[in-house]
């Protein structure tokens, strides 16, 4: 799996949009970026992925450049709830039975 | 959506005991089951990967014997921490083979 590369940590305002970025520049062609979230002292939360073009659910949209190098994980009305660590994750789909592997993410603190 | 149970949802046990940790799948069958643990302030770190009705996988610097997993039926894989001493204190989290891959809520294990 490509190597991704986030800040350690960000801070927003409640009620504004959150951007966390991504940069995966070694990715291939056939891997996808996966977003998880993990709020303290729970497991990990699924939030999107996306292959190359632009994704957006209930939860966020995900933002990919043209050139796949690196991405925007973007919480568009952010709470207290938001607060978290993210983790940008870049692999194979479908995975099979193959494990995802963490790197050490970003800490967003979402601020009253 | 896919939901994953673990139980203890913590445990304190004392040095030496062993602790028997369970990860189920609630509303799919999983056959490959994946453990993490994760120490305070760090990424979660691939502990080993359970397959149904076969050995587990473990982790480069993982005790097979120290860490028994059990994965014997499609829903339930279960994590037996033997002799436990304090340095096994951490959280410990299941994860499934499935869409979304996830994740169970964590087992905080505390050995005094």
């Known amino acids: 799996d490509a190597k991704t590369t986030q800040p350690t940590s960000m801070d927003c305002a409640e009620g504004r949009a959150a951007n966390l970025p991504c940069n995966h520049s070694?990715?291939?062609?056939?891997?996808?970026v996966y977003w998880y979230r993990q709020i303290h002292s729970q497991g990990p939360q699924y939030i999107i992925h996306?292959?190359?073009n632009n994704e957006t659910n209930e939860m966020a949209s995900l933002i990919i450049t043209e050139d796949r190098k690196s991405s925007t994980l973007i919480l568009p009305h952010a709470t207290l709830r938001d607060t978290a660590v993210y983790y940008c994750i870049v692999r194979v789909y479908p995975s099979g039975n193959t494990p995802l592997v963490f790197g050490k993410g970003t800490r967003l603190s979402v601020i009253a | 959506g896919a939901v994953v149970s673990q139980h203890p949802s913590w445990v304190i046990c004392k040095s030496g005991t062993s602790v028997k940790i369970e990860c189920r799948s609630l509303?799919?069958?999983?056959?490959?089951m994946f453990w993490y643990r994760q120490f305070p302030k760090q990424s979660l770190m691939l502990m080993a990967t359970?397959?149904?009705?076969?050995?587990?996988?473990?982790e480069q610097g993982v005790e097979k014997d120290k860490f028994l997993i059990n994965h014997a039926s499609l829903t339930l894989s279960t994590l037996t921490v033997t002799s436990a001493h304090p340095e096994d204190s951490s959280f410990y989290i299941c994860?499934?083979?499935?869409?979304?891959?996830?994740f169970g809520p964590g087992t905080r294990l505390t050995v005094t």
């Open positions: 509303d799919f069958q999983a056959t490959t």
């Open positions: 994860s499934a083979s499935y869409t979304g891959r996830p």
């Open positions: 996306g292959l190359k």
């Open positions: 359970s397959n149904e009705g076969s050995k587990a996988t473990y």
């Open positions: 070694t990715i291939s062609g056939n891997e996808y």
